[in-house]
């Protein structure tokens, strides 16, 4: 038995995220020949893990035909414009991040110093936005969770005025800024784009109705 859940183990995993009808029947008669081999052999466990490893390749043959399969039912340019999107948000996603960590890593050696006191309100915010910016980058990785990973980031993109905020009286280029006429409006616009950037791939994300259905 424990041959066999490991050997089904494997089977969920390289069906994630395929079709629910050919995963499923994938599963179903992986599940029905581990019932059949388990009877005819004596040591079936040890025949179970050896078919399962030398079974690897022509499993993940399939699982790339089945690939081919659902993208071959999405038109071309859907197909483009859903992989543009993911690229523009990783990339505001880690930029977020990046900046995020770079306001607490300034505002943490100030801190040891004793320039600054550590835990200011603002400050607070900052390590809870870069937080949550990390989560949403996280989930944006696996399929299921990349609408709630966008959702995330959108909420998390207040970081960009918290954290420009937290550097007025920490960085002398930031505080020179503050001052131009046209700051405010910039960095308004600056949030706008990311979270109708994020919002955006939330949506275009989401299952359809006929999906869940």
Not at 138 to 153: E, F, M
Request: with cysteine; proline share 4%.
């Amino acid at each position: 038995m424990r041959a066999a859940d490991l050997v089904m183990r494997w089977a969920e995993i390289y069906t994630r995220g395929l079709e629910p009808a050919a995963a499923g029947a994938r599963r179903d008669e992986l599940a029905s020949d581990l019932w059949e081999h388990a009877a005819h052999e004596p040591r079936a466990g040890a025949a179970m893990l050896s078919r399962a490893i030398r079974g690897v390749p022509a499993d993940l043959s399939w699982r790339y035909e089945q690939q081919r399969r659902m993208l071959a039912g999405v038109p071309r340019l859907q197909r483009v414009v859903s992989g543009g999107v993911g690229a523009l948000v990783v990339a505001a996603a880690s930029a977020l991040v990046v900046f995020g960590v770079a306001v607490i890593t300034r505002t943490s050696a100030l801190a040891v110093r004793g320039a600054i006191l550590p835990f200011s309100e603002t400050a607070l915010w900052v390590f809870g936005l870069t937080g949550l910016a990390v989560f949403g980058l996280l989930l944006l990785v696996r399929q299921k969770t990349r609408p709630l990973g966008a959702v995330a980031l959108a909420g998390s993109s207040a970081l960009v005025h918290f954290g420009l905020f937290d550097l007025l009286n920490k960085s002398a280029t930031i505080s020179a800024l503050s001052y131009t006429p046209q700051w405010s409006t910039a960095v308004a616009c600056l949030i706008a784009a990311l979270v109708l950037l994020f919002l955006s791939a939330a949506l275009l994300w989401a299952p359809s109705r006929k999906a869940i259905s």
